[in-house]
């Protein structure tokens, strides 16, 4: 499976963006998801996931509240949907996909084995 992530771009505080996740290869409908976030001189840090077998998702605590993650099974997508941005949401954005997640690894990047491109979100006005 290898994946895109695309729907960055400049955007003015407190405006939204859509980050997509697909698939150029087989299904990942099985798979969970994970959005991950690195600023520039940071490390990359864990935004949100979504559980495949049971929809449960998970957010950071800095995110939460002002973005959603989501799947459309119909086009094999995953979306971030990115609110009430803030220049501290600056960062590439990068989805990656795991199996048989549990509450303790969802967050983290190792549970994650197969990772996209980043799509680059830039917070400014």
């Known amino acids: 499976v290898q994946l895109q992530a695309s729907g960055g771009g400049l955007v003015q505080p407190g405006g939204s963006l859509r980050l997509s996740c697909a698939t150029s290869?087989?299904?990942?409908?099985?798979?969970?998801v994970g959005w991950f976030r690195q600023a520039p001189g940071k490390e990359r840090e864990f935004v949100a996931a979504r559980r495949a077998r049971d929809s449960m998702t998970y957010y950071s605590d800095s995110v939460k509240g002002r973005f959603t993650i989501s799947r459309d099974n119909a086009k094999d997508t995953v979306y971030l949907q990115m609110n009430s941005l803030k220049p501290e949401d600056t960062a590439v954005y990068y989805c990656?996909?795991?199996?048989?997640?549990?509450?303790?690894?969802?967050?983290?990047?190792?549970?994650?084995?197969?990772w996209g491109q980043g799509t680059l979100v830039t917070v400014s006005s």
């Open positions: 290869g087989r299904s990942f409908s099985n798979a969970d």
């Open positions: 990656a996909a795991g199996r048989n997640g549990i509450t303790s690894s969802m967050r983290h990047d190792w549970h994650y084995d197969t």
